[in-house]
């Protein structure tokens, strides 16, 4: 493996642990989300018993 071969595998690994990163936090976020809308209706749904 060459130098530039080598440094375009650490950029391509760079990139590709920052789209992951970014795609945790985005499922993270949507769960989240979705917790939040959850408690929002069993809420709801309590003050109407």
């Known amino acids: 493996m060459n130098l530039i071969e080598f440094l375009d595998t650490v ?17 993270e976020h949507n769960l989240l ?9 069993v809420s709801e749904d309590v003050e109407v018993l």
């Not at 950029?11 to 499922?27: D, P, Q, Y």
């Open 33 to 41: 989300l979705g917790c939040t809308k959850i408690n929002d209706q």
């Open 11 to 27: 950029v391509g690994l760079n990139v590709l642990s920052e789209i992951s990163k970014n795609s945790i936090f985005l499922i």
